[in-house]
């Protein structure tokens, strides 16, 4: 039986943890309208309030997210802006303030990597967690109530799936939304899946949807009886490994790295941007969390790398090696804007900004040759003041301070002012 774990929802006895668990254990964390809720967090004035996080009804722009106030009136992500102010007059508009999202992403995070270092994050807003039941002995259900109940403490919500896969559990964190904890016990995948539509399957999108449709499957059960010469003929090479995953098998481990070879993240727009500005401001956010993971790290970074994906999948990638290692946000910026610009393609629809960093030293005050004397005598205050945020975020938390870094890219967010 699938197991539902959520204040909503009654625990029934197979619920318990009571109830051991064998073999691999995966979670997948996904937040719940996780750029809307931040903006309620930040205006308490809007809780309970449809909130549309997007482009301006006005300028043909599209909805990144809402709350799910908004939702319940129709609008949902990439819809026109034109068309979610119809169905909701009434709704809050508001601009991504990405720099926002990603010290609310770090706070996240910071609760997951106390649980287990084997965490994979897979979007600002979502992460696989390798909680197989180790020396600790302590059961993958117990885990999630308590990274629920943590996120809940900051201020924002997320739903978890636990499962013995990757790809269950992604399905399963979407399952019982928002706040729902859907376990998925081992040996019990294949049934849990079999009346889902196809649909919710990673890497089935409309196009494969609708040539299966086609051909009379609409269900995961129906994929999973599929067999692999039929899959190959219908879905191409792959159709073989979706079949697998719709019966529930997926071998694929949960991606960690121990001794970094490099430090990124990466933002998906959540529709195709267009707007430099708005790209921007998410490259921004990525450089902050960036330089405060190296900071963390305690290492210091020469070349920097920013990577675009358009929507025809072409994915330029440009980098630069600096003279000096840093992990100062402030010296990072202004090198990946100038690569951004280096690689943009105007007017063509953007889908994915990354940046990383790699070339790694080990932390230290370094002189710059080329530098003036002034701008060494000040590098090593300013990474007092960034090392000083870090640690007055991590005792008061991600919103304890924010940096004008992140705020400089925002031009129309609320009151005065984007994972």
């Excluded at 750029?35 to 205006?43: C, K, M, W, Y």
Aim: aromatic fraction near 6%; charge should be neutral; include cysteine.
């Amino acid at each position: 039986m699938v197991g539902v774990v959520s204040r909503h929802y009654t625990v029934s006895m197979t619920h318990t943890p009571d109830r051991p668990w064998t073999g691999r254990a995966v979670l997948h964390m996904d937040m719940d309208a996780f750029f809307a809720s931040v903006e309620q967090l930040d205006h308490p004035e809007w809780r309970g309030k449809p909130v549309i996080v997007g482009g301006d009804p006005s300028r043909r722009g599209v909805v990144s997210t809402c709350s799910y106030e908004a939702r319940a009136f129709g609008v949902h992500s990439a819809m026109p802006s034109a068309q979610a102010a119809r169905l909701c007059p009434d709704a809050i508009w508001v601009s991504s303030n990405f720099g926002r999202y990603g010290e609310m992403s770090r706070a996240v995070r910071n609760i997951l990597s106390r649980v287990t270092p084997d965490v994979e994050p897979t979007s600002i807003d979502e992460a696989y967690l390798d909680v197989t039941p180790g020396t600790s002995g302590e059961h993958p259900v117990v885990i999630a109530e308590r990274i629920q109940e943590q996120v809940d403490a900051l201020g924002v919500s997320c739903s978890i799936g636990v499962a013995s896969c990757k790809t269950v559990a992604k399905i399963a964190s979407d399952h019982k939304k928002p706040h729902g904890i859907t376990v998925v016990w081992p040996g019990e995948e294949a049934a849990f899946l079999a009346p889902l539509l196809v649909g919710v399957l990673p890497g089935v999108g409309k196009s494969t949807g609708d040539r299966l449709a086609r051909i009379g499957i609409r269900r995961l059960g129906e994929l999973a009886a599929m067999d692999d010469a039929t899959a190959r003929e219908v879905l191409g090479r792959f159709g073989p490994d979706l079949t697998a995953r719709a019966r529930g098998i997926d071998p694929r481990r949960v991606q960690y790295e121990r001794d970094p070879k490099s430090v990124s993240n990466e933002h998906t727009f959540s529709v195709d941007v267009r707007e430099r500005e708005e790209v921007e401001r998410a490259l921004s956010g990525l450089v902050t969390h960036v330089a405060a993971r190296l900071r963390k790290a305690g290492l210091s970074a020469r070349t920097l790398t920013v990577k675009l994906r358009y929507a025809d999948f072409s994915t330029p990638t440009v980098q630069r090696t600096i003279d000096v290692a840093t992990d100062l946000e402030d010296e990072m910026l202004p090198v990946a804007l100038t690569l951004l610009r280096s690689a943009w393609s105007p007017g063509a629809g953007l889908r994915l900004i990354g940046f990383g960093t790699s070339g790694f030293e080990e932390a230290a005050v370094q002189l710059d040759l080329f530098a003036s004397s002034a701008q060494d005598d000040a590098r090593p205050q300013r990474k007092a003041l960034a090392e000083g945020l870090d640690a007055v975020k991590k005792r008061f938390g991600e919103d304890a301070i924010r940096r004008g870094v992140d705020r400089s890219h925002d031009k129309n967010g609320p009151d005065t002012q984007p994972l």
